[in-house]
T-cell receptor
């Protein structure tokens, strides 16, 4: 089966610019996650969707980050305006319903803010 | 709430030696536990998971982990390291019930020397 698709793979922007990332989860997966992974650190959960509803966004910097999941399928994560400290890999993952199920990850988008 | 602590950000072993990567968790409910591996410029790949069926869990590439409730641990082991095992390893926890978050540890970088 097709995996989690993310685009773009790499993005370089200047601070204060805006950027958007796209994720297409595995077909039928109700749960979708966006993680931020700063170099040398573990993935930090930014937002978790169940279908098209948000179940956790407690660590999403809402003054500059936004995310949506239209029709419970694809999702976009936006940063506006970007800061230097937003440089990281943004990982999208999806999983079927059930806490025992693992998350399947895309290859990520590496963002560099200069 | 759930959390994960991985002891040792860097572990170095010789080829053929035992691999031991440590993970301790905290969870207010019975947990589901996961080990993921990440190769450079890649997303995360599941190695194995604990879902309460058996305390000793076998995964891919010869890895296994044992769930010890009394020690709140889920350490990852492999009897004989191979050069191809060099990567970053992440332990993750999710609480049972509901749509609980999937929380990752900071990771352990494994180096394998000839």
């Amino acid at each position: 089966e097709a995996g989690v698709a993310q685009s773009p793979r790499y993005k370089i922007i200047e601070k204060r610019q805006s950027v958007a990332f796209w994720c297409n989860p595995i077909s039928g997966h109700a749960t979708l996650y966006w993680y931020q992974q700063i170099l040398g650190q573990g993935p930090k959960l930014l937002i978790q969707f169940q279908n098209n509803g948000v179940v956790d966004d407690s660590q999403l910097p809402k003054d500059r980050f936004s995310a949506e999941r239209l029709k419970g399928v694809d999702s976009t994560l936006k940063i506006q305006p970007a800061k230097l400290e937003d440089s990281a890999v943004y990982l999208c993952a999806s999983s079927p319903p059930g806490g025992e199920t693992e998350a399947f990850f895309g290859q990520g988008t590496r963002l560099t803010v200069v | 709430a759930q959390s994960v602590t991985q002891l040792g950000s860097h572990v170095s072993v010789s080829e053929g030696a035992l691999v031991l990567l440590r993970c301790n968790y905290s969870s207010s409910v019975p947990p589901y536990l996961f080990w993921y591996v990440q190769y450079p410029n890649q997303g995360l790949q599941l190695l194995l998971k604990y879902t309460s069926a058996a305390t000793l869990v076998k995964g891919i590439n010869g890895f296994e982990a044992e769930f010890k409730k009394s020690e709140t641990s889920f350490h990852l082991t492999k009897p004989s390291a191979h050069m191809s095992d060099a990567a970053e390893y992440f332990c993750a926890v999710r609480g049972s019930g509901g749509y609980n978050k999937l929380i990752f540890g900071a990771g352990t970088r494994l180096a394998v020397h000839p």
